[in-house]
Every structure is written in structure tokens, then in C-alpha cells.
């Protein structure tokens, strides 16, 4: 991409509003634009990280047989009021709204009640069993506080799988296959180390669901670690679960920290409530089991950009960042080869932001840094002196000249 066809400016400012640092950050660096508290719409660069985090986490959900469908926003109320989920005493993050005949709407900030809607059009016997289905998709919720940034959206992206199964057990294995799958995308996300399965309040037919809580500062959570690090509780769910567990509370660290994702066993207590059942074997009509598995996308941008980050601005992950390389040509026969190895770069995959805009080279090293692109380089006549390129890591914060010659493989080895 050429910078000057890309929209986007950087501003030296946040707007004077923005408390958060992840949203200041993504703001200034051009990846979000603020519409109000807890409201951003999201750049050519800013899609283009979130379509990345949701390849990783496709590839994942793919790879424990999920498949991909995509629900509506908006919502009947009938069907949430079948589990009393209508109710903004029972549920109070609603945005309602109404057709021009009157009749109530909802706009949909979780789906569970939707996707057992359609499943029981679908789902009628053992031999359709299991399935588990999953989306990306736009959440409203009417949140009462919104100062986290993109942390904490009025509107968010979200994955949110369900599976269905016929006995419990089928279920536990299952759920305990998505336990493995969210620890790979973490690991792939680059916030592995970071991030803990923890303990966490359940619902009607389990005392706890599990939350994934990366440790960030700006996190609104706070959890309970053991010295190994291999027990993680939230705060919320400490005395039950220290108790449950047999460990002394007092032995547990508290750490501060953000839920990038929430898995839910909900046994048969939603399909009795709406009647969603199948015919086993003997021709039997039983209830399903049911487990939900959501994941914050947006939100774990934004905890990226809090965590991975420095005075300069951001600093993406290779396998996240929306560019690989910024390019920045000095002079007029750095231009010219700058022109060619864009082109060749291209054509290898590598993804490039040219910044070819007719600034000084410290405007667009100072964009590069702040956007976070991993690698920038400069090509310049002087460089060109013994047929080089500088290649400057913004992680490693290092650079290096670099042969022409040599330059294409050193850069995917360094990407991949
Ligand atoms: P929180 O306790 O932070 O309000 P939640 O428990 O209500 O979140 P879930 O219903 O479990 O959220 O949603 C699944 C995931 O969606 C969460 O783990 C989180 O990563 C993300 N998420 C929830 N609310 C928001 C929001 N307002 N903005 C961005 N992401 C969110
Ligand atoms: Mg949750």
C-alpha cells in the first residue's frame, strides 16, 4: 500500500477525551477514529489488524471442527424471553429499539438464545450430533462506563462458538478441546505468557466458567495466581474456588488483568428452557448440552496495543502488525530502487507500507514507529554507496544494513 493513497493521518494528540492508552495510542497511530465513548470505527490499518487476529482465531475454531456461520443483529425478544434473558433486570447491557409498527427489538449482544433459535430447525437427532458453530460478529452492549477504549466497546467484535452435544461427557471432552485450542490462539496472539485460564463465576448448571485474563495494567479484572503460576482464580469467585480447589487463599498473588475470552458449560439448562431437544437411538426425546466459547477480538487489540508499546507508539507482533515493512525512500536514486523493491517485495508477499508521500525522512521514521510496522526500511543514495539497505527492528529497537541482493530472504525469514 502507498501511503498516499491510504486516508489515514497520524496526529500528534489524542483527542483531549481519551483516557485509555490503548485507544490514545490507535487513535494518534491512525488505526481508529473515536465516534463517542466506547464507539470506534476502525481504518484501513486498523481492519486490517483485526482481520488478522480473527485468521488466527479462525484457523483455530477450524481446526477443532467448528464452522462458521453468521447471526443477525438484530434480535426477536420473543426468544430471549423464553430464559427470561429479555428482562433488563436480568440482563442490562440492551440496546432496545422498534420496527415503525411499534413492535420491540433488540439489538444482539450475545447470541446463545439466537443460535438455539436456528439449531432447532437443524438439530433433531443423535446422527446430527455433535456440531459446534462459531462467528465473528458485532455485539451491542450498553455498557454503563466506557473509559477502557477499544477495550471496552459500546459496539465490539467478538467470536462467539457453540457446541451441542448429546451427553455431558461428550461435552466436557469437547470443551476441554477449545481450553487447548484458546492457549494456541494466546500463544499465536503473542500474549501467551501472559495469559491465564482462570476460574471464574459459572452459571445455573456450573459453579464456574472459565475466563482467559491476560495480565495489562489496564484491565479491569484482578485474579489470584499461585507462585507457579499454574492456578488462576478471579477475584470474584475467590473463596469458592480456593475451597474448591483445597488451596489457601493466603498462598494466592493478586495481578491485574483483562478477560480476553469466557467459556461457559451450560449443561441442559438452556435447551429445557427452549425446548431444544433431540431423539436418541431408542427414538427417546432428550435435551442437548450446550457449552459457549467467546473470545473479545477488538478488546484483545487493544490490550495488545496497551501491553506491546512504548513512548514511541505501538509495537505490532509480525503475524498481527497490518505491515510488515514501512518503506522509506531518501533520495532520488534511493526513489527509484525503492519503486523496484516495493514492487518485488509485493510480489513476494510481503506486505509493505511505502510511504511515498513528499515529507522529511524523519516525519515517516516517526510514523513508523508509531504505527508499530515490525520493520522499517530506508533506501537511500547513501546506503546505495555498496548496494545496501538499512533494515531497522522496531521490537529489537537495532538496524542493520543489509545487500539488496540478500534482502527478500532475510525478510521473510524475519516475518515468518
Ligand atoms: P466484562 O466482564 O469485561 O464486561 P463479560 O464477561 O460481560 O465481559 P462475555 O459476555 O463473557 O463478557 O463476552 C465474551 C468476551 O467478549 C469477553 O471475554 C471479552 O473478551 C469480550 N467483551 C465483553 N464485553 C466487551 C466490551 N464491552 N468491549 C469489548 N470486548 C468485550
Ligand atoms: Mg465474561
Given at each position: 500500500?502507498r501511503?498516499s493513497?491510504?486516508?489515514?493521518?497520524?496526529?500528534?494528540?489524542?483527542?483531549?477525551?481519551?483516557?485509555?492508552k490503548?485507544?490514545?495510542?490507535?487513535?494518534?497511530?491512525?488505526f481508529v477514529?473515536k465516534?463517542?465513548?466506547?464507539?470506534?470505527?476502525?481504518t484501513?490499518?486498523?481492519?486490517?489488524?483485526?482481520?488478522?487476529?480473527?485468521?488466527i482465531v479462525r484457523?483455530?475454531?477450524?481446526?477443532?471442527g467448528g464452522t462458521?456461520?453468521?447471526?443477525?443483529?438484530?434480535?426477536?425478544p420473543e426468544?430471549w424471553?423464553?430464559?427470561g434473558?429479555?428482562?433488563?433486570?436480568?440482563v442490562?447491557v440492551w440496546?432496545k429499539?422498534?420496527l415503525?409498527d411499534?413492535?420491540?427489538?433488540?439489538?444482539?449482544w450475545?447470541?446463545e438464545?439466537?443460535?438455539?433459535?436456528?439449531l432447532?430447525?437443524?438439530?433433531t437427532?443423535?446422527?446430527?450430533?455433535p456440531?459446534?458453530?462459531y462467528?465473528f460478529?458485532t455485539k451491542f452492549?450498553?455498557?454503563?462506563?466506557?473509559?477502557?477504549?477499544i477495550m471496552?466497546g459500546?459496539?465490539?467484535?467478538m467470536?462467539d462458538?457453540?457446541s451441542?452435544?448429546?451427553t455431558?461427557?461428550d461435552?466436557?471432552?469437547?470443551?476441554q478441546k477449545?481450553?487447548e485450542?484458546y492457549n494456541?490462539?494466546f500463544?499465536?496472539?503473542?500474549?501467551g505468557?501472559?495469559?491465564?485460564?482462570t476460574?471464574?463465576?459459572?452459571?445455573a448448571?456450573?459453579k464456574?466458567?472459565?475466563?482467559f485474563q491476560?495480565?495489562?495494567a489496564a484491565g479491569?479484572?484482578?485474579l489470584?495466581?499461585?507462585?507457579?503460576q499454574?492456578?488462576?482464580?478471579?477475584?470474584?469467585v475467590?473463596d469458592?474456588?480456593?475451597?474448591?480447589?483445597g488451596?489457601?487463599k493466603?498462598?494466592?498473588?493478586?495481578v491485574?488483568s483483562a478477560?480476553?475470552?469466557?467459556?461457559?458449560?451450560?449443561g441442559?439448562?438452556k435447551s429445557?428452557k427452549?425446548?431444544?431437544?433431540?431423539?436418541?437411538?431408542d427414538?427417546?426425546q432428550?435435551?442437548?448440552y450446550?457449552?459457549?466459547y467467546?473470545?473479545?477480538v477488538?478488546r484483545i487489540m487493544g490490550v495488545?496495543?496497551?501491553?506491546s508499546?512504548d513512548?514511541?507508539?505501538?509495537?505490532?507482533p509480525s503475524?498481527?502488525?497490518?505491515?510488515?515493512?514501512?518503506l522509506?525512500?531518501i533520495?532520488?536514486?534511493?526513489t527509484?530502487?525503492a519503486?523496484?523493491l516495493?514492487?518485488?517485495?509485493n510480489?513476494?508477499?510481503?506486505?509493505?507500507?511505502?510511504?511515498?508521500r513528499?515529507e522529511r525522512p524523519?516525519i515517516?521514521?516517526?510514523d513508523?514507529e508509531l504505527?508499530g510496522i515490525?520493520?522499517?526500511?530506508?533506501?537511500?543514495?547513501?546506503t546505495?554507496?555498496?548496494?545496501s539497505?538499512?533494515?531497522y527492528?522496531r521490537?529489537?529497537d537495532?538496524a542493520?544494513?543489509?545487500?539488496?541482493?540478500?534482502?527478500?530472504?532475510?525478510?521473510?525469514?524475519a516475518i515468518?
Amino acid at each position: 500500500m502507498r501511503r498516499s493513497k491510504l486516508f489515514v493521518k497520524t496526529l500528534k494528540d489524542a483527542p483531549a477525551d481519551e483516557v485509555s492508552k490503548n485507544a490514545q495510542l490507535l487513535i494518534r497511530a491512525g488505526f481508529v477514529h473515536k465516534v463517542m465513548a466506547g464507539v470506534y470505527a476502525y481504518t484501513p490499518l486498523g481492519i486490517r489488524v483485526i482481520e488478522k487476529i480473527k485468521q488466527i482465531v479462525r484457523e483455530e475454531m477450524d481446526a477443532v471442527g467448528g464452522t462458521e456461520l453468521i447471526m443477525t443483529a438484530l434480535q426477536r425478544p420473543e426468544i430471549w424471553k423464553e430464559t427470561g434473558r429479555w428482562d433488563d433486570r436480568a440482563v442490562d447491557v440492551w440496546f432496545k429499539t422498534a420496527l415503525k409498527d411499534g413492535k420491540p427489538l433488540g439489538l444482539a449482544w450475545s447470541h446463545e438464545e439466537a443460535i438455539i433459535e436456528m439449531l432447532k430447525n437443524h438439530i433433531t437427532s443423535y446422527k446430527d450430533l455433535p456440531q459446534s458453530m462459531y462467528q465473528f460478529q458485532t455485539k451491542f452492549r450498553n455498557e454503563l462506563r466506557s473509559k477502557s477504549g477499544i477495550m471496552r466497546g459500546r459496539e465490539f467484535v467478538m467470536k462467539d462458538m457453540y457446541s451441542v452435544h448429546a451427553t455431558e461427557e461428550d461435552c466436557d471432552k469437547y470443551y476441554q478441546k477449545v481450553i487447548e485450542a484458546y492457549n494456541r490462539i494466546f500463544d499465536r496472539l503473542g500474549v501467551g505468557d501472559q495469559t491465564f485460564v482462570t476460574f471464574a463465576s459459572g452459571g445455573a448448571f456450573t459453579k464456574f466458567s472459565h475466563e482467559f485474563q491476560t495480565i495489562c495494567a489496564a484491565g479491569e479484572d484482578t485474579l489470584y495466581v499461585n507462585e507457579d503460576q499454574t492456578v488462576a482464580v478471579n477475584e470474584e469467585v475467590l473463596d469458592d474456588a480456593s475451597a474448591e480447589l483445597g488451596i489457601d487463599k493466603s498462598s494466592l498473588q493478586p495481578v491485574v488483568s483483562a478477560e480476553v475470552g469466557n467459556i461457559f458449560k451450560f449443561g441442559t439448562e438452556k435447551s429445557e428452557k427452549m425446548n431444544f431437544v433431540y431423539t436418541d437411538k431408542d427414538g427417546a426425546q432428550k435435551p442437548l448440552y450446550l457449552a459457549s466459547y467467546g473470545i473479545g477480538v477488538t478488546r484483545i487489540m487493544g490490550v495488545i496495543a496497551e501491553i506491546s508499546s512504548d513512548d514511541k507508539g505501538l509495537i505490532w507482533p509480525s503475524n498481527i502488525a497490518p505491515y510488515h515493512i514501512y518503506l522509506v525512500p531518501i533520495g532520488e536514486k534511493g526513489t527509484k530502487v525503492a519503486d523496484e523493491l516495493y514492487e518485488k517485495l509485493n510480489s513476494e508477499g510481503v506486505e509493505v507500507l511505502y510511504d511515498d508521500r513528499d515529507e522529511r525522512p524523519g516525519i515517516k521514521f516517526a510514523d513508523a514507529e508509531l504505527m508499530g510496522i515490525p520493520y522499517r526500511l530506508v533506501v537511500s543514495d547513501r546506503t546505495l554507496e555498496d548496494d545496501s539497505v538499512e533494515l531497522y527492528n522496531r521490537q529489537a529497537d537495532k538496524a542493520e544494513n543489509v545487500k539488496i541482493t540478500e534482502l527478500v530472504q532475510k525478510i521473510k525469514t524475519a516475518i515468518a
